[in-house]
């Protein structure tokens, strides 16, 4: 038995709908580079979470000042997103992250988020993350990626 791809189980998001979803994902990208909090409202939900678990981040004030503490990671890239439709009105991708630190180093990681449909568009209600596996040295500490091919199937199945 051969494994599905991540894109294989994808249910197809229409088209319109997956140019806003992406462009939510640019938005964040460019607000959190420029440390834009007032505009956090054109990528999240009222009621967003940042992260899961005891230390998930909500509200705009937190997440701002927990980015505020990840400096020097400037610039923000998100890519290889991949868009699953759970319903009209919810949808969930997975992305990784490139972080260019101001030292030249780099650090990456995934974000897996859950997109719903608000008067204002789409924007995120849940954004969970991984930092991917980074060493000791690292900047912010040594960590291990602990998204895969198999948590996304188990998500969107």
Same mark, same amino acid.
């Given at each position: ?37 007032? #505009? ?26 927990? !980015? ?5 990671? #400037?610039? #923000?890239?998100?890519?290889?997103? !991949?868009? #699953? ?73």
């Amino acid at each position: 038995m051969t494994a599905q791809s991540p894109s294989a189980v994808a249910a197809q998001v229409p088209a319109a709908d997956a140019a806003e979803v992406l462009d939510v994902l640019a938005r964040y990208g460019q607000l959190i580079d420029n440390r834009d909090w007032d #505009h956090l409202r054109k990528v999240f939900t009222e009621d967003f979470s940042f992260g899961a678990g005891p230390n998930a981040v909500r509200g705009d004030e937190a997440l701002a000042r927990v !980015i505020n503490t990840v400096q020097p990671y #400037h610039p #923000h890239y998100t890519t290889d997103t !991949i868009l #699953h439709r759970v319903d009209a009105d919810t949808i969930k991708s997975w992305s990784k992250f490139l972080l260019v630190r101001t030292d030249g180093t780099t650090a990456s990681g995934d974000y897996i988020d859950t997109f719903v449909r608000t008067a204002d568009g789409w924007r995120i209600r849940l954004r969970d993350f991984s930092r991917g596996s980074r060493p000791p040295s690292d900047p912010g500490g040594a960590s291990t990626r602990t998204f895969s091919s198999e948590r996304w199937l188990a998500v969107v199945n």
